[in-house]
């Protein structure tokens, strides 16, 4: 389906905002990675965000940088308080 997280997250109407759409200007679709499911590594734009967030845990990562794969199958997130 060529989705991220994110998309993934509105698509179900969970309780995040997602407000640039993807574009590393907001972190409102930061989520904490609970699983030990290897995820693509983070790039300098999603670093530079977390950087500027809020709530920020070890586990922290952006929801629109994390694309839905079958080998993500066992991907298990918790949502960032807004």
Not at 11 to 36: D, K, R
Not at 54 to 71: K, V
């Amino acid at each position: 389906m060529a989705m991220n997280l994110m998309e993934v997250y509105k698509a179900y109407e969970l309780s995040v905002e997602g407000t640039c759409g993807g574009m590393a200007m907001c972190a409102s679709c930061q989520c904490y990675v609970t699983s030990e499911t290897p995820l693509p590594e983070m790039g300098t734009d999603e670093d530079m965000m977390l950087v500027e967030a809020f709530h920020i845990e070890d586990n922290s990562r952006l929801g629109y940088q994390i694309p839905i794969t079958p080998e993500l199958e066992r991907l298990e997130v918790t949502l960032a308080p807004e």
